[in-house]
C-alpha cells in the first residue's frame, strides 16, 4: 500500500469513524431497476442451505398484489385495510369494499415505519384484497398506482402529496375488472401511465407536475400490462399492450410507430413483452403467444410464428424470460413451469417444481422469476423462495425455502401472487399480511 493511499484511508476512518462498504443496488419500481428481471448485484449465495434462509425482519401490511421497491435504504409497498365488505376472489364478478388505500415506507435495514400516506377508497373489483402496481420510484419521488386509478405522486422524504389524480375521473373510463395494474414506468422528464377512454389508452405525464404532455391510443380494454422502454435500431420505443394490441410508439410524442394484433382472453393482456436483439415475443391467457421480428427501421414489424396448443408458453400473472434462443416462464393454462425454443416455440421441458409444486393442471400456476448471475431466483405461489439452474436441456434447483405464506386464494388453492424485490443481497417479499425482508448474502 503506497502513503498516498494510506493516507486517505486514515483521514475517512477519521472523518466517518468507519470506512463504509459499497451499498447494493436498488429496485426502484417493477422488474428491477432496467425493467428486465434481472439482479445486477454479486455476492449472492450458490446454493441454499439445509436449514434454510435468515428471515431480517418482517412487519405486519394489508391486503395487496403490488410487489415493494427498494431504494436508498428504503423499501415502499402498498396495501388496503378494508373495512366492509367481503372479498370472494370471483373472477367473473366484482365485490363492493369500503377502506383505505395506503403507501408505506420502511427501512429497508430494519423494517421500520418511516412513513404512510393512507387515503380512503371504494372498491368495485374483481379479487379486491388491494392495489395491484408496484410503486415507482424516481429520485426523491415515488409514484403509486392505486387498484381504482388514483395516481399519486410523493415526495420520498417525508410522504407528503406532491400532486395526484384519478384516472378514471380525467379519462371518463370505467376501472378494469381487476383493477388498475400497470406499474408507471418513468423515462426522461416524463411518466407513462395506462388511462384509459377513447384516444387515452396510455398517458405521458410531466413527472414533475402531472401535467399531460400527451395522450395515444383506443382500444376495448387497457388491458393490465405496464409500459416499457425498448430500443429498436438504436432508437428508444415505448411499448404498449393493450387487450388488442401491441403497439410502439415515440416516447416524446405517442405517434404511432407500428402495431400488431394480439389478444388474450379476457382482455389479460399482463406480463410484459420480452425483447432480445430484434425479436419481441408476448403471451398470455387462451394460448395466446407469438414471437415477432422488429423491422431494421423501427416502423414495422412481423410474425414469425405464433403459439399452438403444447407449444410455447403462455405467461400471465408472472413475466417469461427471454434468455439466448429459449423462453423461461410459468404457463397460465397449465400451471406448468416451461421452456420452450424462442426459434419456433418447441417445448423443451416441463415442470410444476417451481409453480403448484403438484403433478395437476393449475389454472394459473405461477413462478416469479429473475437472473442473478448464472442462477436464477424464483418466488413460487407456495410461498417457496427458490434457487435453480435453468438450460434448454433442464431444470435443476440449487436448494428452496418456504419464506412467506400463501394468504390469498385462486381457484380454491393458497397462493402468493405478488413479484419480490431484490437488493443489497436480500429479497423483499409481501403477502395479505406481512412483508418480510430474507438474506440472500453469501
Known sequence: ??????????????????????????????????????????????????????????????????????????????DYQATSGKNTNNPGGRDQREGTERIVCLDANSGKEIWTHAYPRSYNISYSNGPRATPTVDGDRVYALGAEGDLICLSVSDGKVVWSKS????????????????????????????????GSVVVALNKLTGEEKWRALTASEIGYCAPSII????????????????????????????????????????????????????????????????????????????????????S????????????????????????????????????????????????????????????????????DLILADLSPTGYKELGRAHVIEPTSDAFGRPVVWTHPAFSNRHAFIRNDQEIISVSLAK
Open 1 to 78: 500500500m503506497t502513503k498516498s493511499t494510506l493516507l486517505g484511508l486514515i483521514i475517512a476512518t477519521s472523518v466517518l469513524g468507519v470506512v463504509k462498504p459499497v451499498s447494493g443496488d436498488d429496485w426502484p419500481g417493477w422488474l428491477g431497476a432496467q425493467r428486465d428481471s434481472v439482479v445486477r448485484e454479486t455476492g449472492y449465495v450458490d446454493e441454499i442451505p439445509k436449514e434454510g434462509l435468515k428471515t431480517q425482519w418482517r412487519v405486519p401490511i394489508g391486503g395487496g398484489y403490488s410487489g415493494p421497491a427498494v431504494a436508498a435504504g428504503r423499501v415502499y409497498v402498498t
Open 167 to 198: 384516472l378514471p375521473t380525467v379519462y371518463k373510463a370505467e376501472t378494469p375488472i381487476w383493477g388498475h395494474a400497470a406499474a408507471p414506468l418513468v423515462h426522461g422528464d416524463l411518466l407513462y401511465c395506462l388511462a384509459g377512454g377513447s
Open 316 to 383: 400471465a400473472n408472472a413475466p417469461a424470460l427471454f434468455e439466448g434462443d429459449t423462453l423461461y416462464g410459468a404457463d397460465c393454462g397449465s400451471g406448468q413451469f416451461i421452456a420452450a425454443k424462442a426459434s419456433d416455440g418447441t417445448r423443451l421441458w416441463e415442470t410444476f417444481e417451481p409453480t403448484s409444486g403438484g403433478t395437476r393442471r393449475a389454472s394459473h400456476g405461477t413462478a416469479f422469476i429473475v437472473r442473478q448471475g448464472e442462477h436464477y431466483w424464483l418466488l413460487s405461489e407456495r410461498g
Open 231 to 314: 430500443t429498436v435500431a438504436g432508437q428508444k420505443q415505448l411499448l404498449i399492450w393493450t387487450a388488442d394490441e401491441l403497439a410502439g410508439l415515440d416516447p416524446l410524442t405517442g405517434k404511432v410507430w407500428w402495431s400488431a394484433p394480439l389478444k388474450p382472453s379476457y382482455a389479460m393482456s399482463i406480463a410484459v413483452p420480452r425483447v432480445v436483439g430484434n425479436r419481441l415475443f408476448a403471451s398470455g391467457i387462451g394460448e395466446v403467444g407469438a414471437m415477432f421480428e422488429l423491422g431494421a427501421d423501427g416502423r414495422s414489424i412481423k410474425e414469425l410464428w405464433r403459439g399452438k396448443p403444447k407449444t410455447a408458453l403462455y
